[in-house]
């Protein structure tokens, strides 16, 4: 089993950056796994944001992220990230990391273990 940590969310301005991490931890591998991020915003159901695969050869996003996310993950620190830049209103959420074993997947429901989530809140 393997427990997830988010850290890094908070208040920025439309435009701003942030970089969210994923710490991982217990007797399981985390580099046996596929990491994804996912956001919920308010009155919303949690979406898709971005993946990548367990080697970090592969990454993929979400429309509404691309060119402005990048996620990646060093698994001898056993921590994911999702750099956040160019900032807007709506990317405000709820920020959330996963895994899974396998190939990667935009559904949530593929994804067996989460973090606590963190906020991420961009002012216009």
């Known amino acids: 089993q393997v427990q997830l940590a988010e850290s890094g969310g908070g208040l920025v301005q439309a435009g701003g950056s942030l970089r969210l991490s994923c710490v991982a931890s217990?007797?399981?591998?985390?580099?046996?796994?596929?990491m994804g991020w996912f956001r919920q915003a308010p009155g919303k159901e949690r979406e898709f944001v971005a993946a990548i695969t367990w080697s970090g050869g592969s990454t993929y996003y979400a429309e509404p992220v691309k060119g402005r996310f990048t996620i990646s993950r060093v698994n001898a620190k056993n921590a994911g990230y999702l750099q956040m830049n160019s900032l807007k209103s709506e990317d405000t959420a709820v920020y959330y990391c996963a895994i899974k074993y396998g190939a990667w997947s935009s559904s949530q429901y593929e994804y067996g273990n989460w973090g606590q989530g963190t906020q991420v809140t961009v002012s216009s």
């Open positions: 217990g007797r399981s591998s985390f580099s046996a796994y596929t």
